[in-house]
């Protein structure tokens, strides 16, 4: 079944009806819709309640929240139960978000060590061992932090390079990694490698 990842409008300020009723008429055509919270890119941060109450509409059936706050999904799984799919979409919360509740994450570590990706969620969701998850982590963290604080799609692109996959350079007006950078993230990415093959 298709699902669209539906991000509330922005530029106009909007009030929470007229929020309620853009994704309920997208929702009523009939795909599958993932409510995206990004209040970043929104300037609109959909409270817990209003995500609950979009959750009641049957095609509503995910959420990928980039608020940057774990503690949002322990409530957001209290009122909405098994009835909406969390996904985070913080990379540096992958772990907490996990153990919050996110059945997966969307986030741009798979391009460059998606054995990493794997093994954390197996430690966190499939087979939980919260020691190693943390172990893991020590070495992941600075690797997703590299990724949200020096320009996202260049560094997620460079980690992809890195690992052999040609992706090509940012669209301008995004510039590239500088050398220098490109080194430090291979170095984070040769220790977290060197941490998952020991786990």
Partial sequence: MACGGLVSPYYEPLSEGEIVAYFEAIA???????????????????????IARLAEHENIR??????GDARRLFRIRQLCGEGLELLNGQDTLALLGFLAGAEATVWGAPNGVPEACIRLWQL??????????RTLWDAFYPVNRFFEE????????AA???????????????????????EELRGLLDKLNDVLHAL
């Fill in 124 to 133: 966190t969701v499939a087979e939980p061992d919260v020691p190693r998850a």
């Fill in 62 to 67: 995910y959420l990928k929240d980039t608020t």
């Fill in 160 to 182: 992809a390079e890195l690992r052999g996959i040609r992706v090509g350079s940012p669209r301008l007006p995004i510039a590239p990694l500088t050398p220098e950078r490109t």
């Fill in 150 to 157: 020096n320009g996202y799609p260049a560094a997620v692109k």
């Fill in 28 to 50: 009523s055509v009939g795909p599958t819709v993932m409510i995206y919270n990004n209040p970043s890119g929104t300037g609109w941060n959909m409270s817990e309640e209003l």
